[in-house]
């Protein structure tokens, strides 16, 4: 099982995420610009658009369990 995860290491944050916005399903959140987004897996239909659309690279599809 995969879930699309935002990579710490390569998210610079100080920015609102690009997927806030693009995300079919409003699954990204992010309270401030100065922390990290994160991806609700309840919400997300594994589209990919956020992996495509983030210029760092920082939004990923991990595999999980
Ligand atoms: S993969 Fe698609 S549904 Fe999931 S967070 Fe990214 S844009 Fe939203």
């Known amino acids: 099982m995969h879930e699309i995860q935002v990579n710490k290491e390569k998210c610079r944050t100080n920015h ?3 997927g806030i916005n ?5 699954a990204i959140s992010q309270s401030d610009k100065s922390v990290y987004p994160v991806v609700n897996p309840f919400k997300c239909i594994k ?3 956020c992996i495509d659309l983030c210029p760092f690279g920082a939004i990923e599809r991990k595999k999980v369990n």
Do not use: A, G, L, R
Not at 22 to 26: D, F, G
């Open 16 to 18: 609102w995420c690009v």
């Open 22 to 26: 693009s995300c079919p399903q409003k």
């Open 47 to 49: 589209c990919s658009i």
